[in-house]
């Protein structure tokens, strides 16, 4: 049988000959390094074209050198199995593809350092706009979409170098710790003062829910025993520990609660059917967050909705006025009726 003799692959200093210009040159091009070098859009395309003529792997950055802008949008964000995260990332898919505009998203689980890898491959990709959801860093973020000539958004938790679209956190921590006291003197005939669970001290959210529940308090004249304040971090197990911790040193916990997530809460209730604390006598809970499946767990549970489609709509109008009028933007939670 007679072999056929392999072609041979095609080098980047063969594009180099074919286009007339410097290896060096051409590899800018083909790893989307070509603007640094200042090297002419022209040139840029020409070395394209013949890669892709002489079969030649192009990547994703040389592919957009015909478009003046890429129309893509990269976001990431810290959770996927989460309602309010899911929410955020299926609602800004369909918001940038009725603008035309091509979304890539990807978890980065509360990782710093998975974060910066993110952006710096959604940066590879040329994403005209980076949305940092709910990043633990986001400034550092904001620094390498600078360095890249790419715009960058906060979302959910604020920096200080990016415009920064978040929930109105002191103000729905008060009005939800309000009517969680209100259900309390409701349900048990006093105003008592409730315990906070969840979060951490911090996180800017957290430490804006925690003024307002301190704020809602003052204005009853409570006080706020502060061995009660348990931002303890949102995983589930962190809830559970932390109110296991605080039964063995009081015994008798106050019945009403302000549970920071429902992330929290998924401990929060783990712990209240393990340990029989509450039997006979079901906890008041107030959730800075939104289930619906949360209403099967009974009648005192009180729950503020984080307006995503409001953050996104903030969100989209600075990028389709291509600037932000306000470094930073909250927008007011929503209340529903009680559920139950």
Request: hydrophobic letters at 40%; aromatic letters at 6%; one cysteine or more.
């Amino acid at each position: 049988m007679i072999q056929q003799k392999p072609t041979k692959k095609t080098t980047i200093y063969d594009l180099a000959e074919l286009a007339g210009t410097s290896a060096s040159a051409v590899s800018a091009v083909l790893n989307g390094n070509w603007k640094k070098r200042r090297i002419s859009i022209k040139l840029a395309e020409k070395i394209t074209r013949i890669a892709e003529e002489q079969g030649y792997a192009v990547n994703m950055q040389a592919s957009l050198l015909r478009r003046e802008k890429s129309k893509i949008v990269g976001m990431i964000v810290p959770k996927y199995d989460n309602r309010y995260f899911g929410s955020i990332v299926e609602t800004f898919e369909i918001m940038a593809r009725e603008r035309g505009l091509f979304p890539i998203i990807t978890c980065t689980l509360r990782d710093p350092e998975l974060e910066l890898e993110a952006a710096r491959t959604m940066l590879s990709y040329q994403v005209e706009w980076l949305i940092s959801t709910g990043a633990t860093d986001p400034d550092r973020i904001t620094d390498i979409c600078l360095a890249a000539g790419a715009h960058s958004l906060n979302l959910d938790l604020p920096g200080s170098k990016a415009p920064s679209i978040i929930s109105d956190n002191f103000a729905g921590a008060r009005e939800l710790t309000q009517r969680t006291l209100r259900n309390c003197q409701r349900e048990i005939g006093s105003l008592s003062p409730l315990l906070f669970v969840g979060g951490r001290a911090s996180d800017h959210n957290t430490a804006e829910r925690v003024r307002g529940f301190r704020r809602a308090h003052e204005d009853l004249g409570i006080s706020v025993d502060e061995n009660h304040i348990l931002t303890c971090g949102y995983a589930p197990e962190k809830a559970v520990g932390a109110l296991q911790a605080l039964a063995d040193t009081e015994h008798t916990l106050p019945r009403g609660m302000f549970v920071n997530s429902t992330i929290s809460l998924e401990g929060v209730m783990r712990w209240i059917k393990a340990s029989h604390h509450f039997d006979g006598k079901p906890p008041i809970i107030g959730c800075f967050d939104w289930d619906p499946f949360v209403a099967l767990l009974g009648d005192n549970i009180e729950m503020v909705r984080q307006d995503v489609g409001g953050m996104l709509q903030s969100v989209f109008k600075i990028i389709d006025d291509g600037h932000a009028t306000s470094p930073l933007i909250e927008v007011p939670p929503i209340f529903d009726t009680k559920i139950g």
